[in-house]
C-alpha cells in the first residue's frame, strides 16, 4: 500500500529525516505486513529491497552447514535493514526473518540508493545506524562465547522488550532457542529460573516481561555496552522502549550527539524532536 506524505512515520531513521527530505521519500515507500517467520532476505541471495520496520521486529540469522541457525543481531523501528547496499553490497550476507510480527515500509534498492546519493541526511543516518547495528553484532558474538545462558537469556528478552512496544510478546521456547543457538530444554529450564524470581511469565508461545528492572539487573553487560554504543553513534536515548515510553531520539545530522538526558518524542516520533 502506497503511504500518504502527510502521515508521519513510526520508524525512527525516516521521522528523524529533515521534513523536505521525508516528503520526496514518502511516495516511493510501499507499507507491507510484517508476518511472523517470514523470511525477508535469504542468506547470499540479492538484496532488492530495504526494509524501515515500523512496528514489529526482523532477525539476522546465520545458517550453519550442520541445519543450526543462530540470531547474530536484530533491527526494529529504529532502524533499517539492508542498509549495507549505499556501501555497495548487492547480496545478503545473513538471512533475515521477522520476528515479531508488524509491518514496514519498503523501498526497492535503485530508488533508495538515488535517494542516498540525494540526500546527505539520509545518507548519515543510515551509515550511523549501520556502525551501531555492527557494535550489536559484535557484542552479540562475545556475549554466547562467554556469558551463561540466564545472563544471554535476559539481554535478549530486554533488546525483543525495546523493539516490541508492549509486555506481552509472541516468542515460543522453540525460536528462541534458535536465536539463542541452544537446545529447547536449556531455554525451558532458565525462563523457568526467570520466571520464579518474578522477571517474567512465559507459557503458550508468550513471554510477559513483569519486573524490567529486574530482568536488567540479571543481564550480563551486553545489554548496556551496546545501549551506549548506539547512543553514542545515534544520540540518547537510542534504543529507547519505542512503544511503552518516549520514544528515542536520534541526533539532529551533522551534529554532535547530546551529552545529557536529551528530548524525546511522543509514541510517533516526531521529526522536531530529532
Known amino acids: 500500500m502506497p503511504v500518504s506524505s502527510l502521515a508521519p512515520p513510526r520508524n525512527v531513521l525516516l521521522a528523524c529525516l529533515p521534513a523536505d527530505v521525508l516528503a520526496r521519500l514518502m511516495p516511493q515507500l510501499t507499507l507491507v505486513p510484517l508476518v511472523a517467520r517470514q523470511v525477508v532476505y535469504t542468506a547470499e541471495a540479492e538484496i532488492d529491497a ?5 512496528e514489529g521486529m526482523l532477525s539476522m540469522v546465520a545458517n550453519l552447514e550442520e541445519g543450526v541457525q543462530v540470531e547474530v543481531g536484530m533491527i526494529g523501528r ?17 538471512a533475515c526473518m521477522v520476528q515479531l510480527p508488524g509491518s514496514a515500509l519498503r523501498m526497492g534498492v535503485a530508488a533508495f540508493r538515488r535517494a542516498a546519493e540525494a540526500s546527505p541526511e539520509l545518507l548519515s543516518l543510515v551509515l550511523r545506524h549501520g556502525e551501531a547495528y555492527g ?10 562465547g562467554r556469558h551463561e545462558l540466564e545472563q544471554r537469556l535476559s539481554r ?3 533488546m525483543a522488550h525495546d523493539r516490541a512496544g508492549e509486555d506481552e510478546i509472541p516468542l515460543s521456547q522453540e525460536f528462541l532457542a534458535m536465536m539463542l543457538g541452544v537446545h529447547r530444554p536449556s531455554v525451558t529450564v ?6 520464579r524470581a518474578g522477571l517474567i511469565r512465559h507459557g503458550g508461545g508468550r ?6 528492572a529486574g530482568l536488567e539487573a540479571s543481564a550480563c ?11 553514542t553513534v545515534m544520540g540518547p536515548p537510542f534504543p529507547a522502549r ?3 515510553q518516549p520514544g528515542p531520539t536520534v541526533s539532529p545530522v551533522g551534529a554532535e550527539p547530546p551529552g545529557g538526558a536529551g528530548s524525546t518524542a511522543a509514541h510517533a516520533p516526531r521529526r522536531a524532536g530529532c
Open 50 to 54: 530495504v526494509y524501515f520496520p515500523e
Open 78 to 94: 529504529e532502524g533499517v535493514a539492508g542498509g549495507g547496499v549505499v556501501r555497495g553490497a548487492a547480496t545478503a550476507f545473513n
Open 135 to 144: 557494535a550489536q553484532v559484535a557484542q552479540t558474538a562475545a556475549c554466547n
Open 156 to 158: 535478549w528478552l530486554l
Open 190 to 195: 532458565t525462563a523457568g529460573i526467570l520466571q
Open 207 to 212: 513471554v510477559t516481561i513483569l519486573d524490567r
Open 221 to 231: 553487560e551486553c545489554y548496556r555496552t551496546v545501549q551506549r554504543r548506539a547512543e
Open 242 to 244: 519505542l512503544g511503552r
